[in-house]
C-alpha cells in the first residue's frame, strides 16, 4: 500500500522554525517529484514547494521563498520541509504529495493525511 505520512508538525512562536518529514512507505521514493501543500482555514489549497526526484530541482512559491527550504533523503525515503522565521500566515494543514514522475512538472498524483502547523503571534 502506498502511503506518505508527514510529521514535524506543532505549535511555535513566530519568528521559529519547524522541519516536516515525509515518509514514503509502499515504494521508493527516489524516483518520484516531491511537493508540499497547505491549507489554511477557510482558504484554498495553496502549492508550497517541490523537489525533482534527485534534488537537481527545486521551486518555492514567493510566499515562502528564502525562508522554507525543501531537501530529501532517498536512503531514508523521506523529504523535509525546513521552515525558518515563521509567521502567523504560514498557519495551516502542510501536506506532503508524491508526484507522478520525476520532475517538478508532473502531477500530483499521491497526497499524506497532512500536519498541522500553527504559528503564534
Known amino acids: 500500500q502506498l502511503q506518505l505520512v508527514e510529521s514535524g508538525g506543532g505549535l511555535v512562536q513566530s519568528g521559529g522554525s519547524l522541519r516536516l518529514s515525509c515518509a514514503a512507505s509502499?515504494?521508493?521514493?527516489?524516483?518520484?517529484?516531491i511537493g508540499w501543500f497547505r491549507q489554511a482555514p477557510g482558504k484554498e489549497l495553496e502549492w508550497v514547494s517541490c523537489?525533482?526526484?534527485?534534488?537537481?530541482?527545486?521551486s518555492y512559491a514567493d510566499s515562502v521563498k528564502g525562508r522554507f527550504t525543501i531537501s530529501r533523503d532517498n536512503a531514508k525515503n523521506t523529504v523535509y520541509l525546513q521552515m525558518n522565521s515563521l509567521k502567523p500566515e504560514d498557519t495551516a494543514v502542510y501536506y506532503c504529495?508524491?508526484?507522478?514522475?520525476?520532475?517538478?512538472?508532473?502531477?500530483?498524483?499521491?497526497w499524506g493525511q497532512g500536519t498541522q502547523v500553527t504559528v503564534s503571534s
Open positions: 504529495a508524491g508526484y507522478s514522475g520525476s520532475s517538478i512538472l508532473a502531477r500530483v498524483a499521491y
Open positions: 523537489v525533482s526526484n534527485r534534488a537537481s530541482s527545486t
Open positions: 509502499g515504494f521508493t521514493l527516489d524516483s518520484y517529484a
